[in-house]
Every structure is written in structure tokens, then in C-alpha cells.
């Protein structure tokens, strides 16, 4: 009986653990899974030939395709919309009472020039040519008064007289003879449209041409509305598009609420009932998905290139390869500085350490360091290594900086005598002649150019964000992280280890170097791996020591900010108003942010089991 | 054997000009490594003596006012009950006892006539004198050829040939140079128990001692891998001076020359192994190997 109970308690505790890691890895799934798929998206699309076109034109950031292909992609896609765009102009015709007038000031002033040089010409009397001017004035009166009016039959009224104009073989083969001609299209405007809705139309017609241009771009030879690359290209993406024709198809409008006190309420009617049917071939055309295709021609594109492009202010366009240089500058840099003070901090704390007040002290510290917030270390880097240290390196480094450089050649000079020495001392194969020969000339540069460096180079620290400043407060933030994983996998060596090295006649110093850290490594990778994570993801800490959302590649980790992945997803999430536009971009910051992560940690992982085996003897 | 010669004098070179200026005098320096100069010092002379010695861990002692003297190129094993105070003698005499915080020595221990809790004593070259091999066999997590060129390598002997020629020899003297010839660059980790054992005794054997501690070295290991521990220990004595603590009485009767019994800290009873297994002066020792405690 009571082997039965414990063997339902075995198996009940046995279901619970397997159910908790299928919970687990069900979470990390369902939490990262779409987070990836979307993010995929940036990467893998539908490409319209607006894509294919920006990639072409802007040499400087792209510069890539074939330009025969996309020019007669282009070709035909332009043919595809020049209907559209017909429709559009011809309605518009009756509608934009502004460039009407426009034109017909522009014509009459034209009319004027070609009088003027007719007389000279001798072809017509000064007195024709002022007669005919007389006359041109008073049609464009008229014309213009129809243009301005708002009712239907008062505009008739005044394009009656141009219309019955008795005269009209005076202007034969002048300019003049178009007056005649927009007398009549406007007549059929009129005969056909109620001038009292033009407004409203005029106001529609605007919002339509505002997404025909998101859609398809300046038109074959009209110029950029700015100098935003953004507002050159039209959609590049299919789904982009497919969102805006949903936009240009149904319009948005506010109601009233059923009773006056409830919030007003948004209903999408179809906006071809704005337009009383005057557009239905326009709608027809870009509702029909075949020719809607055709204007745009989409097609499956693997934009690899999306982890290496730059991109324009806001991720319109391009990719984020600045944003990973940055982030595993960033990230490298952290672990140059905390590894080595992390692991050394540990194994004082652990081997030298006695149980004294202060090693409590600095215990109590260490614990407590790991869980302030980020954004605490944020501000601690402005104010430390923003404000206060370049002050101190002004003041110190002038005579610091050559020092160092000194003892850097010093040190170099050193090294390259003790290996030259090792060379003559003992008789090795001709490899390991090589191999030393060329770690010697390798230290030699290396040191030669830093001392040199420092020498030469006044370094000074900015004192807003750069790299260095970033680096620093990462690395204060996962020291405590270092500590801790390093503590932990240097104190569980065995002790027999160091007993038998000790036993062989090596002191305190060879026995941790030899025995115990190789022993302590695939541990001390383990907290490396961790926090290599923690500063790849963090943002608050960089928030005001390192990231900027506009920049170029970083080239130096002196001066200058970089861009990041955590803080290019932050900052277009919070800051950005063209983030809605451009969602791709967003999930693929993340996105690759997390595949990042994933392969640093995925390496880490592989050499910190190769490591083990190796201890392990597999 | 003329080339084991010159190697041995060409590291002890090469460990007291690996450190220059450390604190030990010439002449204790040459006593240590006098050793090393003679290695056919008559059998029978005593190497290891103790005088009134006595270890204490913090107020309490391990063990004390020891008076006994070990001779070369012989085997002496340490047997008594469990907490007598032989594994602390023996860890006292290359001084692992230091690692223990609280350790404090008095009284007079040598090794070739110089105390080594001397202040001036110079632990490595003491360490290297005095090899140990532990109770679990601890070899490092690295190869076997590795394993072996440790102590070499710490007196500063890097050429590559000169490590080959060591690790071979001290492999075959432990006898396991044919079970592990072909997979030096293995790690020492995937050998059973036995073979790790006589690998750390080969470890012990690379820094050519005079004296070899062994601490129960054969408590972890099956009856088989025992029997080739103890046929080596016999190979061994030719050239060392071997002192090996057990709680297996019957070991001790089998491989030793002298034994010594120890109780609650006190050098109960020291004598030639024949005649302390069958006709012991001491009572308390006759109930120990009979049986009745411990």
C-alpha cells in the first residue's frame, strides 16, 4: 500500500517537472516565435518595383540590381497607372479651380507675348493688336468669373459670352484660340458636376492624391515633394500597398454616437460614394487586383542585405547594419572590461579572501549590485563617465598618457627579448621557429603601434555619448554577474586539484592559473555567456552614455554614439511617428537582436562544451 | 642510468635558477638537493627523522611528540584507527599541512637532516623532494602527457624532447607507460581508477623525489588495481624511499619494511614489520592487529 503511494508520488512529481519544461518551452515559443516571424518579414517580402527602383537609383546606400530589368519594369508599371492617373487629371480638371485660374492667367499673359511679337513681325497693326488684347482681357474676365462661381447657372451665365463669341477666326492660329476650348470643357464639368459640392470634392480629391502618392511616388518626371528619400519612392512593400489602396478604397469618418454623450464612433464607408460615381473608373481600376498588380508588380525578395544596409532616420528604408556593429561593439567591449576584472575580483574573493569585515563588506556589495535596476547605472555612466571622467583624464592624462605609452614599449620590448631568448636557449622544430618568429613580429606591431599611439595621440574622452562611456556602465552592470558565476565555478574545483598541484611544488599563483581557472572555465563561460546577453539586450544603460538614433557607422570608441538594436526598437517604438508606417522594421530590430543574442549564445555555448570535453576527456 | 643521472642534475639546475633570491640558505639548499646529487645513498641511512614533533589544528593536537626516523630506499607504512594522526604526520612532513589555516608545528621534523619548518625552508623544492601521492586519485583535467610534465615543467624544463624522455620514463616506472603509451594527448580523466592512481604516481615520480608519501593510496581502488599499486610500491623502493599510510593492516604487512602504529596522536609503536605483526611490545598494539578496536 504504501509502495503504491510513492510510487503515484514518483510519478505525479515526475509528470509535474516534465510539464513545467513543456510549459517552459511553450512560453519561450509562443514569446519569441511570432517576435521571429514577423521580424522575418523585414527580411523576407513581397518587393514591389518601388523596392526594386530604390535599390537601383540611390547609389550611395544601395546601389544594387539590374538596371535594364527594373527600367522596363518601370516601363510597363508606368503604362499600368497612366490610366489611373488620366481619370484622375481629367476629374480634377473641373475640380481645382486654382490651377484653372492659374492657367488662364498664364495664357493670356502668353497670348500677350505673341502679340506683342506678331507687330514686330509686321504680320498685325498696332491697333489690331490692341483690340485683340481688349477682347482677350474681357474672355478671361468671364472665364475666370465661371471658375469662381458656385452655382451652376451662374457659371453657365458667364461662359455664355465666350462660348457665342461671334468673332472667333480673330485668334485663329494665336493662343488665344484655347479659351474657346476651356470655355468648352468646362461647360461639360458644369453640365455634369454641382459646383456648391466642389469643395468637398476638391478636399477629397486631395486625400486621394496623397495616397496615390505613398502608393506609386512622384509621377514619370514631376519633382520629389521634398528631398526625403521617403518621398521619392512610392510602396515598396506589398503589404504596404495592400494597406493603403484598403485606405483608398474606404475612408474613415466619425459619427456621433447613439446618444449625444457617447464617444463618437468610426465607420469605413466606400470612398467612390464620396465622388457620386464621377470616379468609378478610377476604383474599378484599383480595386481590380489584376491591375492593381500590375502597377506595382510584386514579387518574393529575400533582402538579405537587411543585416548589413544602413537605413534612412526612422528605418524607412534600408536595414540595420550600423545597429549590430554597434551592438557588438558595444557588447565586446563590455566583456574586454568585465571579464578580466570579474573572473580576478573572484578569485581574490574566493582563494585570497579571508573572512574579514571588508571581504563581507565587498560580498554585501557585490550581491547588491546585481539587482539595482538598469536605468540606475544609466544615470550612474552620465554622471561618471560622461561628467566627471573626462574632466579627471584632462587633468591626468597629458602626463598619464605618455607613461603608459613608455611602459607599453617597455613591456613589448620585453616580451619579444624573452621570446627571441627562448629561441637561442633551447633547439625546437622549424614550426615552432615559425611560430614564435611571427608571434614576436605580431606582439612587436601590435605594441609598437599602441605605444606609438599613445604617445604620439593626445587621447581625450567626449563628454557626450560614445562607446567607451557605454561600455564602462555595461560592464559595471554585469560585473556583479561576472562575480558571482566566477565565485561559484572557481570555488567548485575540486580541492584535490589543488592539493596535487601544490604537492608538485607550484605556489598559490601557477596553481589557480594552470589548475584552477582551466578547471573553473566552462563555469566562468556560463556567467560570461550570460552577461554577454544581459549587455547585448540592455537599453536603459545606454540610454544616455551611448545610443543615438540617428548616426552614422561608429568609427571610433572615443567620439560618437552608436546605433543598437534594444535602443533602435525603443526608439521607434516611443519616438518615431513613422514607426506605424514601417512595422517590419520594428519587429526586425528585434528580431535580429534576438538572433544576435541566440548565435553569441549558441558560440559561447559550443566552446564552453568543448572546453568541458576536453577537461572531461570524452 | 648515466642518463637519469645528468637529467636529475640538469633540473635541479634549472629549479634553483628557475627562482632566483628565494629565501633559503646554500647550504640547506644543497642539503635538499644533496638528495638529488647522490641518488645511491646507502640504504638504510635515515632520511626522514622527527624529534618531540607535534602538529596542532588551532588548540587541538593531531598529533604529538613524535620520535621516529625513516630510512632511504625502504618502505614505512603508518597504520592506527581512524583520527590517530597519521594521514596529519605524513601530510607534515612535505607540510601540505599549510593549507589547513589553523596548522602549527613544534618540535623538530627533517628531511635529509633540515627541518623543514624552518622558516627559510623553501617549499618548492621541499614539495618536489618530498612527492605525494593522495588517498583519491586526483589527476588534473588535462592530458596524460600533460599530467606528467607538470612538475617538470615547473622547474622550467620546456624542450619538448627532454619532457618526452621524463613523462616515458616516469609513465613506465608506475607502470602504466603500455596501458596509455599510444593515447598521451588523452585527458586523464577517461582512465579507470587504478590507471589514474599510478598516473599520479607517475606525476609524483616526474619531479624525481627521494621520498614518496603515499596517503591510503589505494583505499578507492578494486583488489586488482590494489595488487599492481602494491607490486609497484615493491618496484619502487629500489630507488625511493617510500612511506605509505593505511587502515588495511594486511597491506601494510605486504609491502612494508618498518611499520609505525599510531593512536589518538601518540607514536604508539615503531618496528620491523615482521616483528610488530607477530610479536608486538606494546598491548595496545596487539589489540589493534588482532582485532579488538579500531
Redesign the interface.
Known sequence: MRLAVRGILDKGFTFIAGASIVLMTAALVIILGPMIWRGLGAVVFRGTVEFRKLQLHEKRMFGRGDQQAVEAESESTNRARQEAYRIIDRFSRGIDVNSLEAEVRHLYRELKRQLVNRVEAGQVSEQQQQHLRDEAYILRKHLEAAYGSSSNEEALENLRPILNYQHREQFRGTIGERFFQLAEEYKAVVDTVKLKDRGRYADELTEVKEILYKLFGPRPGEEPRAPLMQERYGATRWDQATKLRYRLIMKNTWRPGPTPSSPRVQVETPRRAVFDGRLDGFFDIMENDETFRAMLEPRLTFYWQYFKDDSTPGHYFGGVGPEIIGTMLISIMTMLFAVPVGVITAAYLVECAKDTVFVRFIRLCVNTLAGVPSIVFGLFGLAFFLGWMPDVWAYVGSWLQPILGVIILAVSAGIIAVVAA?LFR????AQAFVVRITGCAGIAALDGYLGYAFLTNPITMAKDANILAGALTLSVLVLPIVIRSSEEAIRSV?R????????????GL?TFL??TF??ALPGILTGVILSLSRAAGETAPILFTAAVAVGPVPNSIFKGGTRTLSYGAYDLAMNDRLASEVPHNQYGLTMTLILLVLILNIAAILIRSRVSR????? | MADDMEYTKEHVKNASADRPGVNISGTQAQAIAGEADQPAAPAGEAIIESRDFSLFYGDKAGVKNIDMKMYARSVTAIIGPSGCGKSTYLRSI?R?ND?VPAARAEGWLGVNGTNVYDKRIN??????QV??V?Q?P?????SIYDNVA??PR?QGI????RLDEIVEKCLRDAAIWGEVKDELK?????LSGGQQQRL?IA??LA?RPSVLLMDEPCSALDPIATGRIEDLIGELKSEYTIVIVTHNMQQAARVSDRTAFFCLGDLVEYDQTKKLFTNPSQKQTEDYITGRFG
Do not use: D, I, W
Not at chain 1, 633551447?426 to 622544430?429: K, L, N
Open positions: 627562448s633551447e633547439s625546437q622544430g575540486p584535490s586539484y589543488k592539493e596535487a598541484s601544490m604537492g608538485l611544488g607550484a605556489g601557477r594552470q589548475v582551466p578547471a576536453k577537461l572531461r576527456g570524452g | 612535505n601540505m593549507l617549499l618548492v623544492n621541499l614539495r618536489q612527492g605525494m593522495f583519491k586526483n589527476p588534473f583535467p588535462k607538470f612538475g615547473l620546456h624542450s619538448r624532447g588523452k585527458s586523464a580523466l577517461a599520479c606525476r609524483a619531479t
